[in-house]
Every structure is written in structure tokens, then in C-alpha cells.
């Protein structure tokens, strides 16, 4: 695993001293540990911690494999809580050691209902440093697969308990240009189920303006419009990258690696982090990170932006995560200009100056591939750099950006400001001036006002009023539902719309009724994917704050490809029972505090282990008093609460709360299987439900695996630090 146009380009960087050199190479060319987060609640991940740290981990102490003994899990030292582990074993180990199996099945199911996220160390540090909570208002930039958005909506879901899902008053929207991995989000999201989760599927650099309607916590105020544009606290730009520091694990890279693709990414990067500064709040904070080492896809990215935008400044995080290894990012770099590794110029001028006209109009060069004379005053040093030699992870780059607090720059001396930045644009001849990265309003934003979509207003003056379509200055109500379907912005966009449910809705009221739902349950905030609200299949539910955006944006403007949490289903019941709805498993810890408690039936672990043991046990299957309670109930959809303690070898350390439903004679546990069998290894130490009986049987079939880090590289993208795809059994 060589390649000399790497080391040629680094050198010629100076990323480290030399006589690290060698370390950095040699730890490039070992395998990546396989790293995971337990996620969940903070409740459920410390339940599920102590059981590594007291069941897996002496487990594991002691495990020889062909006589070599094989170091255990140990714990990220870094990660706050220690929450977040790394072990470094290969596929075989994980296939043939017994313990190490055992444990492997453990990883596999827990992933599989949302406890445990398999993501590589480094990729975890946007999100700490991003610091969100409950009420934020987060987007994504660039978010697929999606083990960052898992995180992020983790922290926005601080307050939930070990049985209930909490609604958060805050927002995330996650959104990927790329159709087909922003639907990777959706079904990542499926195991964190949130009412405050948008998913939208467009060009970062071009996002539009969203808006909401005025006087909503999360826009500026004005006492006379009826919309505003609506701010972010928090933004991630974990933007597409070279991704070299990922070649511990993506082992094809170091073939084809050249640093002209830095070059080529640094526009497109640059534009994405100049459009989340405009979009930030004013006390907002933006996390860029990459998984390339490449100063021209970093460094050089944030100094370009933050000299558009001299409102903002780098923070220093120096005191944070104080176990973490890292070094500062660099203040002088040199980049190549062609694929043979020519590094000789100091500055853009230098360059340019040996081309004739024609070469120079040809040129890809900008000039802010090279550090701008000011790199010093922009404390570029604040930037994290972490080297794989450091503290055996991959290669990352994090800077984290906000608004200057202690200069108080008047909003006229930064509308000069922007005003002289796009004439430095305009005014010079092409030629003859340095190729710029312009930083304009999104070419697809009609609807923008130049004052709220100016990145240096200030809050308080972005309050004038958003232009509509026809760029008429007026005050726009928020849109009725058949303003919204025949305001089409986006024709080639497919999907069905969201569209909420009048609270009276019969149908909905008649669900409410039937699944014994209190009156606090928020009825207003019900959605349905079809254009005219019928309650057909399912409903969703969403925080205030979604439906404003949802309401107030045309959703094919928007890409919007999921949106809220589904939380209720129709169900054909069996014969002699009519159709009813149904709550999801999924949906259960969300509507869970909304259920009357006294509907709810108690039972303990004899009960849930015959419930696993069979797809459609009998009530007559069931040990008293459970068999009289169940047989006393009508059919369809009910819920049981398995109370905390301990049944013969078996310990529940929280409350279960399951779904169940009941046809005429028999009962069935409404969770999908692979949430069943993590249950099943979690409460009884081994898989015994119905499906785990049926794959055992159907011979040479290989049990679902999780892979490490080693085995990865097939399926990841350059640039791409993760491994949430991986964590598909399969
Ligand atoms: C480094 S990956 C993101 C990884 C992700 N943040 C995670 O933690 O799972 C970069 C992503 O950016 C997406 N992307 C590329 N160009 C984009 C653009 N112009 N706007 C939005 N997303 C873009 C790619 O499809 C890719 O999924």
C-alpha cells in the first residue's frame, strides 16, 4: 500500500513534522479498529453500557483464538460517558471465536433497533462539537448515509425516557443532493423515530430560504409580515470530500489517490459553507468537517469563507473532548497545480503569471486554493487535524465557525462589506482578475428578498418581507392546501405530499377513541402522504415547528422525502373483526404518553417470552392472570407493560412497553423480528424466537453479521467516513 504522489503531496504540505513521518504512513497501512456508539436515550445507552462493561468485556478478556489471545472492547477515551468503544479483531475472529460470536450477535440486533451505532471514531466529532439541544433548529448539509444525522437527532432527544419518545421543540432536516442515499437517511431514521425529522433531497450550495411563519421562535420578529425566513442554531457541513483519511479502511484509494480531486471539491465545499453562514442563526454554530487531509479541501475552504463573511470567526475548542489527541490546522500550504505533483508556487499570482491568456482562462486554479495573506488574523490554528498515527482512528478535519461575538460590525459595514466582495466579482476584467469563488444567493431562490438573503444581515434587519414568486414585496399568508398542491415549483419530483389532518377528522377522532388516546394528544399536528388529507393508511405526527415549515414551503420545492414519524397504521383485522388502526412498534414510544394509562395491561417476562417463542401464540397459551386479561379484551390493538425486575435468569432493568394484537383466540407481538431477537438475546441470553428457529433450521445460511472495519471498502464512496450502510445485517 503505496502510492508517491500521497507522500510527494504531503511532504510538500509539511502536515506534521518529519519525524513523525513514518508513524503516520505506517498506521495508514494497518486496518481500522471497529468502532461504536451506543446510542438510544442516555437512559437506555448507560443500561445497554453497563451490559458491555459487566457482561462482554470480561467476556472477551479471556478469548484465545488459534492460540493467540485477543484483546476485548475497549472504550473510546475520548467519548464523553464513555459511551463509545473500539475493538480491532478480524472477520474470522468474529465468525469463529465463540465468545467473540456471541458478542458479534449481540452488536448485530441492538444495531438493529437503534441501541448501537456502528460509526467510525472520528466521524462522531461533528456531532459533539456541534453541541445540540432539544430545541435547535439543526440541519444536515450533506447527510447521507447518516450516521451524524443519528447522532444529532440523539442530543435533540436528550429528554427521552427509557419508555417514551419526547417531542422535541427543535428541528432537524437532513437533507442529501443524491436521490438514492437520501433515501439511506429514511431508512437509517426508521430506527429513531422523531416527530422533529425532516429529510430533504437537495444541492446544499443552492438550499433555499425556508420559511415560517413570523413571530415562530425559530425566525426573526417583525410586527408586520406574515413570513420569515427561518435561521438555524446549529449546521453541519460534513461536505463530500477526496476522503483520504479514510484509507485505513476504503484500501482502494491509495491506487487511484491524486490531489487533483482536492482541488476540484474545493468549490463546490466552499459554496455549501458559504450558504449554511447565510443561514445561520445569529448565536448559531456550524460545524465543517471532511475526512480528507487535504489543506486545499480544508484549510483553504474555511479561510475562503470566512473572508466572504468577516462576521464570522473559527472557535477555539481546545478545552473540549480534552482526551482527544489532535493537531492545529495548518497556515501554509502549496497546492499542485497539475496531476504530477507541482507545488512550487507560493501564491496564485505566481502561478498565474507563467500563463499565456488562453492557459489562464483554461486554468481550474482559484486563487483561494492558495492561503490568503491574512491566514494568521483568521486563526486558522483553531482548526482540528487528526492524524491516524495519534490515537489509531482515521484522518479528519473539523473547524467549527460562528458569528464574531466580540466585534459589533454595523449592519451597514457589512452590507459594504458583501457589496465589495461581489464587485471584487465583477469589476476586473476575467482575465485579469484572481479567479474567485463568488458567493451568491441560490440560483433556484426566486422567492428570496435580497435582505433576508444577505449573509451579513444582521437578525434583527433580515425582517423584511420575503418576496413571492412574482417578486412582488408583499406579505405572504401561509399557503391553503390547495394553494400548495397547485404551486408545483418542482414537476420532476415524485413523491407523495404531506399533508395534515383537520384535528375533527371522524376517522382520526374515531382512532383516537378506539386506541384510548388522551386529550392532550396532538391532533393538530397529524399528517397523511396524500394530496387531499384523507386518512387512507397511516398517520404521522410532527412538532409544531415541522408543520410550520411544512404549511408555510411547497414540498416539491423543498425535495421533501419524509417528514415526521409514522406512529399509527390501518390494520385488516381477521375474520369478524372490522378494519382498525393499529399503534406502530416503532410509533409506540412516541404516542405512549398519550395512551390512558388504564388501558394499559401488565404482565411479566413468562408472558413475553411466549410471545417470542410463537408468531400467534393462543390466549389459552398464556400463563395466569395474563390468559383471563387478554381473553376479557376485544379485538385489536393493545398495549403491555413488562414492569422492571428479574423472572428466573432474566433481568429487566427498565420497563418494556410492546404493542400487541389481538385477533379472535390468538395474540401477536407487533415488532418486526430482527427487534424481537435483539429482545430475545437481551432478556434470555439466546435467539428463541420463531424466525430464529426457522433461519437455524434452513441449513448453510449464514447468521447476520456486522462487518469490520476491514471488510468495508467495496461498498463505501471516497469521501464518505462511515460505515452506517455496514450496519445492515444481512
Ligand atoms: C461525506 S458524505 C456525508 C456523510 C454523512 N454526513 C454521514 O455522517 O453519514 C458527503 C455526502 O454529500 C452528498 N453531497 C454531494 N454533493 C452535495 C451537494 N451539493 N449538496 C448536498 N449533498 C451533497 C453526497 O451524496 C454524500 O452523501
Redesign the pocket.
Known sequence: MNNERFSNYYKAQNIMPDSEWEEFMGALRTPLPTTFRVAGSREIAHALNQTIQDTYVPLLSNAVFEGESVPPPAQIPWYPEGLAWQFNVSKKVLRKSVEFKKFHSFLVFETEVGNISR?EAV?ML?PLLLDVQPHHCVI??????????A?LLEALHAHDTVTSTSIPPGLLIA????YK??H?LIH?SARLPSPALMVTN??????PILKVPSGNPAGPRTAKKLQDQLLFDRI?C????S?DGTLRKNVGIWKHWQPMDGNGLHG?QV??LQRAMRMLKEDGRIVY???SLNPVENEAVVAAALNSHKDFELLDVSMQLPQLIRRPGITTWRPTVDRSINTVFDTYEDYTQTLDETQREDSKMLSSHWPPSNTKELNLTRCLRIYPHLQDTGGFFVAVLQRKQSTAISYSDRKREAEQDDLADVSAPETKKPKLLSDEPPADNSEASVDVENPSTPAAVVNSDIKDVEGERKSTPAPSRSQQKSKVADPSFKEMPYTFVASDDPVLQSCIERLKLTSDFPSHNILVRNPDGGAVRSFYVTNPLVKAVVENNDYTRLRLLTCGTKVITKQEAGRGLDTQFRVLGEGLPVVLPYINPESIMTSELSTLKTLLEAYYPLCTAFPEPFQSVIEARAGGSHIVRFPSGKWKDSTLTHDLVLPLWKSNVSVTLMIDKKAKSALSLRLFGEDITTAAREAAQKKGRAAPEIETARDSEEVQ?P????N?LQMDSS
Do not use: F, H
Request: proline share 7%.
Open positions: 460509526q466521524s461533528p444536515d448539509m450533506c447527510a447521507a448515509p447518516g450516521s451524524k444525522t447522532q437533507n442529501d443532493s443524491d442515499r437520501a439511506l437509517q437537495l444541492d446544499a450550495s443552492i438550499y453541519l460534513d461536505v463530500p470530500c476522503g463546490l459554496r455549501i468537517s471532511t475526512c464512496k469521501g464518505e467516513d462511515d452506517a
